[in-house]
Structures are given as structure tokens and as C-alpha cells.
């Protein structure tokens, strides 16, 4: 079965700090992958997705993530933190079945210092 | 309308109630998801809805879950004698078909059983 491990739960960074937030897939074929940004009381937003081709996809807000098929990442990263970015971050993946279900992992949750 | 509307956003119930919760996708899409976010089990899948129909009803918790889908557009998902486990973030999402494209969510509705 598809499965998606965050491993980290909480990351705290300083405002201004790269991030790396890390995502590990388990599927059988070609992947689609996406990650999410949850922020306090807000639904999910779509930062970015993969399908094919690039294997560094660029996304909104300006992060960016690069799919590894070797390792089986997914991994979101962004060159500087704003303290706005401060939110729950998911990443997720189509499950096989052909009707686009989306199997989460559990999230990591970013904190910005000042 | 513009986004993926959801009402009520929060809903405080007794345990034993029905509750109905309302999801409004966006102009267009044809595919309708319904996902639970709790504490305990993070982000999963309920149900999916492409027109009017929904093929696989596997991922509702219980039979006291059930959810439809009129005209093509606006879903209920239904919960019969609510259980304090019921509580809960009830996510809907849509998109424009069940091609792999990317969902878009709403905001939720906070669920909560006394």
C-alpha cells in the first residue's frame, strides 16, 4: 500500500534561514506528489506538485521541491524563511486506483523565530 | 464561487445528534473528496464524488457516515448519533476532474461532540 512518512514533527528555524522539510514515498509506480501548507483555522493550500518531466518543481511562495526517484523523496525547500511561513506543512500522494485519492503523511509543523 | 466553501465552519454538538456539514466546490469541478483531520490519525480520506456518484464508500469510518451529492455541485456528508470520536476537522476538496489534477480545499469544518 502507498505511504508517506514526514519524519520530522517539529522544525524550528530563524527567519531568514534555508529550510528543508523532508518527505519519503512508498509506491509501486511512477508517483504523483504534492505538497500542502496548513496554516492556524485555514484549509489545505497547494505549494507545488510533480507529475513528470523536471524533477525540481518550483511552487508558490517561493519554494521549490526536487523529486528523487532513488530515494524516494520528496523534499520541499525554500532558501529563506519568512516568519510567515510559520504553518503545518503535508506532503502528499496519489494513491493507485484511478480516482485521486490523496494519502497525506502526518505533517510537519514550522516555526520561525525572529 | 472562487474557492471551496464549507458551512457551518464550526459546529458544537451533543453526543447521540446528527449533524450534516455542507460543501460548496468550485465552479466546474466535477470531482468532489471528502478527508477527516484529527489529532489521533492525522489527515484520511473519506469519500469521493465524480457527478453525482461516489463508487467507493470503503473509506467512511462507520455506517453512521454518509454523504451525497445533488445536481452535480454542492455535497453533504451526514453523521448519524454523533460519538465524541466523531470530533474532528471535516476537509472537502475538489477538482476539475479525477484526472490527477490538483484539489483544492476548502476550510473546513470544525466538528466538535460533547
Known amino acids: 500500500a502507498q505511504s508517506v512518512t514526514q519524519p520530522d514533527i517539529h522544525i524550528t528555524v530563524s527567519e531568514g534561514a534555508s529550510l528543508e522539510l523532508r518527505c519519503n514515498y512508498s509506491y509501486g509506480a511512477t508517483p504523483y506528489l504534492f505538497w500542502y501548507v496548513q496554516s492556524p483555522g485555514q484549509g489545505l493550500q497547494l505549494l507545488l506538485k510533480y507529475f513528470s518531466g523536471d524533477t525540481l518543481v518550483q511552487g508558490i511562495k517561493g519554494f521549490e521541491a526536487e523529486f528523487k526517484r532513488s530515494q524516494s523523496s520528496f523534499n520541499l525547500r525554500k532558501p529563506s524563511v519568512h516568519w510567515s511561513d510559520a504553518a503545518e506543512y503535508f506532503c502528499?500522494?496519489?494513491?493507485?486506483?484511478?480516482?485521486?485519492?490523496?494519502?497525506f503523511g502526518a505533517g510537519t509543523r514550522l516555526a520561525v523565530h525572529p | 464561487g472562487a474557492g471551496v466553501s464549507q458551512s457551518p465552519s464550526n459546529k458544537v454538538t451533543e453526543k447521540g445528534k446528527d449533524v450534516e456539514l455542507r460543501c460548496d466546490p468550485i465552479s466546474g469541478h466535477t470531482a468532489l473528496y471528502w478527508y477527516r483531520q484529527s489529532l489521533g490519525q492525522g489527515l484520511e480520506f473519506l469519500i469521493y464524488f465524480q457527478g453525482n456518484s461516489a463508487p467507493d464508500k470503503s473509506g467512511l469510518p462507520s455506517d453512521r457516515f454518509s454523504a451525497e451529492r445533488t445536481g452535480g455541485s454542492v455535497s453533504t456528508l451526514t453523521i448519524q448519533r454523533t460519538q465524541q470520536e466523531d470530533s474532528a476537522v471535516y476537509l472537502c476538496?475538489?477538482?476539475?476532474?479525477?484526472?490527477?489534477?490538483?484539489?483544492?480545499f476548502g476550510d473546513g469544518t470544525r466538528l466538535s461532540i460533547l
Open positions: 502528499a500522494v496519489v494513491a493507485s486506483g484511478g480516482y485521486n485519492k490523496l494519502i
Open positions: 476538496a475538489s477538482s476539475l476532474d479525477l484526472g490527477n489534477q490538483p484539489q483544492h
